[in-house]
């Protein structure tokens, strides 16, 4: 069974913080992977998308990636109470089957 | 603008009685999949579609059936509900497997 693993959180933050989210992955072939943000009630929408090992940096959101410790992290730099939500680690296992973590809620205090 | 419609957003209904979400999408996507999302066990992938006609199961198949006659509709289809089919679900498109999956609103589904 292809996993995807995420702390559940609740992860809790100060306003102006990083914040840090982690991801584990079972399938040493898994190619492409995605953290996207579902806040309370709305649908999930894509923040980063990362193939290759090493970082990836958008504005105050970087991914990291480390295929042979098959692990991806999401930082927030300078988070903010919007970046309150859930996030959910994607991961693409060849082919066109996508798994998902069962997310990480983080709340940002004011 | 670029978007994904699922109908309906809401439906309470009672165990066996068959039913039909639909899914629209006009980004012209070759790729759409089906996901329910339960509490503790995040995105689960039903089934997905790689172009008109072809179809495949993903991780949790079992009690729902899909169709892709045209490009942009992949209706799922509930033919015999039952309470565990009780679930928040997902439909999602994407120019590729290795491409964001843009996702519908969602349709809150309840079987009595």
């Known amino acids: 069974q292809k996993e995807v693993e995420q702390n559940s959180g609740p992860l809790s933050v100060p306003e102006g913080a990083i914040a840090s989210l982690n991801c584990t992955y079972s399938?040493?072939?898994?190619?492409?992977f995605f953290w996207y943000r579902q806040y309370s009630g709305k649908s999930p929408e894509l923040i980063m998308s990362?193939?290759?090992?090493g970082d990836k940096e958008d504005g105050r959101f970087t991914a990291q990636l480390n295929k042979a410790s098959q692990y991806v992290s999401l930082l927030i730099r300078d988070s903010q109470p919007s970046d309150s939500a859930t996030y959910l680690c994607?991961?693409?296992?060849?082919?066109?089957?996508?798994?998902f973590g069962a997310g990480t809620r983080l709340f940002v205090k004011a | 603008e670029a978007q994904v419609t699922q109908n309906p957003r809401y439906l309470i209904t009672v165990t066996g009685k068959k039913l039909t979400v639909t899914c629209s999408q006009n980004?012209?996507?070759?790729?759409m999949s089906w996901y329910r999302q339960d509490p503790g066990l995040g995105l689960r992938q039903i089934y997905y579609?790689?172009?008109?006609?072809?179809?495949d199961k993903g991780d949790v198949p079992e009690g729902y059936k899909v169709s892709r006659k045209e490009k942009r509709n992949f209706p799922l289809i509930l033919e015999s509900p039952s309470p565990n089919q009780t679930s928040l679900y997902f439909c999602?498109?994407?120019?590729?497997?290795?491409?964001?999956?843009?996702f519908g609103p969602g349709t809150r589904l309840t079987v009595l």
């Open positions: 399938d040493r072939v898994s190619q492409s």
């Open positions: 579609s790689m172009n008109v006609e072809v179809t």
């Open positions: 994607a991961v693409n296992t060849g082919g066109f089957k996508t798994i």
């Open positions: 999602a498109s994407t120019a590729g497997p290795y491409n964001e999956q843009f």
């Open positions: 980004m012209n996507h070759e790729y």
């Open positions: 990362i193939y290759s090992n």
